[in-house]
């Protein structure tokens, strides 16, 4: 699938998405997270609700739960709709990270991901790199490198090179 096709189809499953789950539709971005601590989940929650977009976090028995605004926890999200997230914070359990970069999902991963070779902290001013790479599995450490991505998200031009840079991964 080419650029243009990948973000036309990013902006209508978006839509969808939170229409779904019920999110709101002032917050562009929309966000998957899929961390397997719930102790780490619990406090990124928390962080969560400050920032200017939405997230659903998958978590196993969790049933379309709305924990704020901008956040809902599900257990399995609908495969059809995935291209429809803007970025994925994951730990280095996450199988298939790869699935996510042909649909244009940028990876915000621990420096120590199994896929650190090929995923490069995004740089707007160079065009290069195609990930946020946070150097610690701690709430901190993630918030910052969300921070980093929707400052980039705010300049269309930067993200549509970015998410290029993702899907030639």
Same mark, same amino acid.
């Given at each position: 699938?080419?650029?243009?096709? @990948?973000?036309?189809?990013? *902006?209508?499953? %978006?839509? #969808? =998405?939170?229409?779904?789950?019920? !999110?709101?539709?002032?917050?562009?971005?929309?966000?998957?997270?899929?961390?397997?601590?719930?102790?780490?989940?619990?406090?990124?929650?928390?962080?969560?609700?400050?920032?200017?977009?939405?997230?659903?976090?998958?978590?196993?028995?969790?049933?379309?739960?709305?924990?704020?605004?901008? @956040?809902?926890?599900?257990? *399995?999200?609908? %495969?059809? #709709? =995935?291209?429809?997230?803007?970025? !994925?914070?994951?730990?280095?359990?996450?199988?298939?990270?790869?699935?996510?970069?042909?649909?244009?999902?940028?990876?915000?991963?621990?420096?120590?991901?199994?896929?650190?070779?090929?995923?490069?902290?995004?740089?707007?001013?160079?065009?290069?790199?195609?990930?946020?790479?946070?150097?610690?599995?701690?709430?901190?450490?993630?918030?910052?490198? #969300?921070?980093?991505?929707?400052?980039?998200?705010?300049?269309?031009?930067?993200?549509?090179?970015?998410?290029?840079?993702?899907?030639?991964?």
């Amino acid at each position: 699938m080419d650029l243009n096709m @990948v973000l036309k189809e990013k *902006k209508e499953k %978006n839509i #969808l =998405l939170k229409k779904k789950l019920l !999110l709101t539709s002032k917050n562009k971005a929309i966000g998957l997270i899929k961390i397997n601590s719930k102790t780490l989940i619990k406090e990124l929650r928390d962080a969560l609700v400050v920032l200017p977009c939405d997230f659903v976090i998958e978590v196993e028995g969790a049933n379309n739960e709305k924990l704020a605004e901008n @956040v809902v926890a599900i257990s *399995k999200v609908d %495969n059809s #709709l =995935l291209i429809g997230f803007d970025f !994925l914070v994951c730990d280095d359990d996450i199988d298939n990270l790869n699935s996510y970069f042909e649909l244009g999902i940028t990876p915000i991963v621990s420096n120590k991901n199994h896929l650190s070779s090929l995923l490069k902290e995004f740089i707007p001013a160079k065009n290069e790199g195609n990930s946020y790479i946070y150097s610690s599995l701690d709430k901190w450490s993630i918030f910052y490198a #969300l921070v980093r991505y929707l400052e980039n998200y705010k300049f269309p031009f930067d993200n549509k090179n970015l998410v290029k840079n993702v899907v030639n991964i």
